[in-house]
């Protein structure tokens, strides 16, 4: 990538957090969920993507994150995050806190957060909800209060997302961590499609034991992820080569990842450029970054009504399918793509940074 690719990425990315910030912020670092004025405050899990998008831009020195750090705080019970501001909060959701477990990780590994022992403590919390009574797997949601009395699903992406702190503290730490190999075999005995480690990876394991099998990107993202630690870890070539074919694996899957969300694509986008800064295969390289740009270009083409090009606003459905003009937009897709065209913009040195 020229200089001049990446201060055309840099402007999209700053065009897109001012656009978030100008439509969305509601103050002391808080969002509210879209850009309607009379939006309530932000969930976590969207909150969590635009915590994201700004750690990113924050490593090209365009701003200071703290504001959204403080705000952060706001869904804190002093246990866990809640999944809306407190009081009053809400349900636990144990994949939101590893998400956010991650972002914290971020901010270490980018000179913004000093201390992980929030992080510790979200990891010693997150361990808690393995499933010991049905064979295992990370539940969804904390149970036995609201949605933990009907839901019990044990999905991958909250998993194999615990995985991926626990070998980021133990690289970071020094001291090993006995449970995320345990986490990843559970992911590909139960989840994994291919049964050969590479996915794809299907979504989760019910209460009752059938199968969602939704194939998300975001699920492919931090199994790849994990093992790229793994072989930072270990220099044992077996992982990186499982996370080089889960990679392959994931682009033949999504090809153009335009029929899924922008919060989903960012969080399997950040995990390949993981695996770009390890693996020697130049032509695995070059695909992984080509998906981000394409999909980064498509997003930005005023043609496919993603963007409003009045106030750099995006928007999305469900599906990430394009929503102009019938529904506002939303902060999660915001902070998404401010986080994709940030990374566009990083330094490649910097890719193992990343979480």
């Known amino acids: 990538m020229s200089l001049h690719d990446a201060d055309i990425q840099l402007q999209r990315a700053s065009a897109a957090y001012d656009a978030m910030q100008r439509s969305m912020s509601a103050g002391r670092g808080l969002y509210r969920e879209t850009a309607a004025a009379d939006s309530p405050l932000a969930y976590v899990w969207p909150f969590s993507r635009a915590l994201l998008g700004t750690l990113c831009l924050a ?29 009053p909060g809400g349900d636990v959701y144990y994949d939101d806190n590893a998400w956010i477990a991650l972002a914290l990780v971020l901010a270490h590994r980018l000179d913004i957060v000093r201390q992980l022992d929030r992080v510790r403590q979200l ?38 997302g615990w995985a991926e702190v626990g070998l980021h503290l133990q690289e970071l730490g020094g001291k090993p961590e006995p449970m995320p190999q345990t986490l990843l075999e559970w992911v590909s005995t139960h989840l994994d499609a291919s049964h050969a480690g590479h996915g794809p990876f299907l979504n989760v394991v019910r209460g009752d034991g059938s199968i969602d099998t939704n194939v998300w990107s975001y699920n492919q993202g ?134």
């Not at 064979?135 to 019990?152: A, D």
């Not at 199994?223 to 072989?231: D, E, F, N, P, S």
């Open 123 to 160: 990891y010693t919390f997150g361990l808690r909800a393995w499933d010991r009574d049905h064979g295992g797997g990370i539940l969804w949601v904390q149970q036995g209060v609201g949605y933990g009395l009907s839901n019990h699903d044990r999905g991958a992406g909250a998993t194999a």
């Open 222 to 355: 931090v199994m790849l992820g994990a093992r790229v630690l793994q072989y930072r870890l270990t220099r044992d070539i077996a992982y990186l080569t499982a996370a080089e074919g889960i990679a392959r694996q994931t682009l033949g899957t999504f090809g153009d990842f335009e029929r899924h969300p922008p919060s989903f694509n960012a969080m399997c986008f950040q995990n390949m450029l993981m695996l770009h800064a390890e693996t020697a295969d130049a032509q695995l390289q070059a695909a992984m970054r080509e998906a981000m740009v394409q999909y980064a270009e498509w997003a930005w083409d005023p043609s496919t009504r993603a963007r409003d090009e009045a106030t750099n606003l995006f928007y999305f459905d469900d599906a990430g399918r394009p929503a102009l003009g019938s529904q506002p937009a939303r902060v999660q897709d915001q902070g998404a793509m401010t986080q994709l065209y940030a990374l566009l913009a990083w330094p490649r040195s910097d890719y193992a940074k990343l979480t």
């Open 59 to 87: 490593r090209l020195g365009v701003l200071a994150p703290v504001d959204c750090l403080k705000g952060l705080e706001r869904y804190w019970t002093g246990a866990a995050y809640a999944s809306a501001v407190v009081p």
